[in-house]
Structures are given as C-alpha cells and as structure tokens.
Nanobody
C-alpha cells in the first residue's frame, strides 16, 4: 500500500495551490484520508481530513481557506489551498486509515512522503 503526494511548490502570499495524494495497493474508499503538515522547526500538525462518508474536518488554521476532497474512483485525496500565507510553509503529508482520533497522527496506518509548500511574502 502506497500514498504518493504531489502538487507542492512555491506560491506567493495570497495565492493558491492544490495538493494531490494518490493511493495504491488497496481501496481507500472506506477509510479516512487526511493531510498533516510540518513547518520548519516545528512538530507535525493536523490540517484536514475527509471521512469515508465525505464529512470533512479542518484545523482552525485551515478553515475557510483550504478545501479537502476525495475521488474514490482514483483513490485520491486533494487539498485545495487558497489565500496562502507565509506561515503555511511546510512539508505536507497525506495519511489514511486511522485507529484513533482524526487529528491524532500516531493513529494513522498509511503515510505518503511529504510535498514541500513554500509561500513567499
């Protein structure tokens, strides 16, 4: 089972980026898919999640600026980011299949490699 994240890059403050995370090796339609991020010098933090029922969850920092969605036919989860800020600069990682709370990174079974997002002021 693999998760492959892509879509990171350089953006200006106020700009937008869309991250993708494609899964393979099993069906992902029945499990939660999430995004976490780790800024330079900081710990990894929850960004957003989408349940198998399509219900979405966001960190306060992501509400009203980021949108998480999924395409079960493609086993892919997306993170559309708008109104980017320099503090959004981080390595964004996707995760799937949780055994604990939705924001508890230690409970996720599958992880993809990170994709770097850099936001310039």
């Amino acid at each position: 089972v693999q998760l492959q994240a892509s879509g990171g890059g350089l953006a200006q403050a106020g700009g937008s980026l869309r991250l993708s995370c494609a899964g393979s090796g099993r069906s992902f339609s029945d499990i939660t898919m999430s995004w976490f991020r780790q800024a330079p010098g900081k710990g990894q933090e929850f960004v957003a999640a989408i349940g198998s029922d399509g219900k979405t969850y966001y960190a306060d920092s992501a509400k009203d600026r980021f949108t998480i969605s999924r395409d079960n036919a493609k086993s892919t989860v997306y993170l559309q980011m708008y109104s980017l800020r320099p503090e959004d600069t981080a390595v964004y990682s996707c995760a799937a299949g949780r055994k604990r709370g939705i924001m508890d990174r230690s409970g996720y079974i599958y992880w993809g490699q990170g994709t770097l997002v850099t936001v310039s002021s």
